[in-house]
């Protein structure tokens, strides 16, 4: 009677955890693929720690090098693009590095920067 009861108490404690790690890893995996497919903000951020936070910082306030405070940048979107298109003085152009849709993506992450 002892034995068996125990032996439950194996078996079903052995289910929970298979139960369970189950569980976590279809949940994993389903939000992995939404952030995937929701794509263009993700992309913006790994772009913008890549290339952009050496000198404004992943919080866009660093300063390093001279580079223009994000946060309480007020420049309009077409202005964030051209920026990063042309350069301007000590910030080199993005042009040859990232495409229009890359530099879209990038531009709007930089304006999520701000307060
Ligand atoms: C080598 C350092 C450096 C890097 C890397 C850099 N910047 Fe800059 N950035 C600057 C400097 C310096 C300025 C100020 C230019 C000026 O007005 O003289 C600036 C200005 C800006 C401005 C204008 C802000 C305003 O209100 O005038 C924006 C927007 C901007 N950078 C976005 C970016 C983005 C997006 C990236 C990444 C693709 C990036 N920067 C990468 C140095 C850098």
Redesign the pocket.
């Known amino acids: 009677m002892k034995k068996s009861v125990s032996i439950f108490i194996v078996f079903s404690l052995t289910v929970f955890f298979c139960f369970s790690c189950g569980t976590d890893v279809t949940k994993k995996t389903s939000i992995d693929s939404t952030s995937h497919q929701a794509g263009v903000p993700d992309e913006g951020k790994v772009?913008?720690s890549e290339?952009?936070s050496?000198?404004?910082g992943e919080n866009g306030d660093l300063g390093?090098?001279?580079?223009?405070?994000?946060v309480t940048?007020?420049?309009n979107s077409a202005?964030?693009l051209a920026?990063?298109r042309d350069g301007?003085?000590?910030?080199?152009s993005?042009a040859s590095d990232?495409n229009v849709e890359q530099l879209n993506a990038?531009?709007k992450y930089?304006e999520l920067l701000r307060r």
Do not use: D, E, Q, W
């Open positions: 772009l913008y290339k952009c050496l000198c404004h390093s090098m001279g580079a223009a405070n994000l940048s007020k420049i202005a964030v920026i990063m301007k003085n000590g910030m080199r993005f990232l990038v531009a930089a």
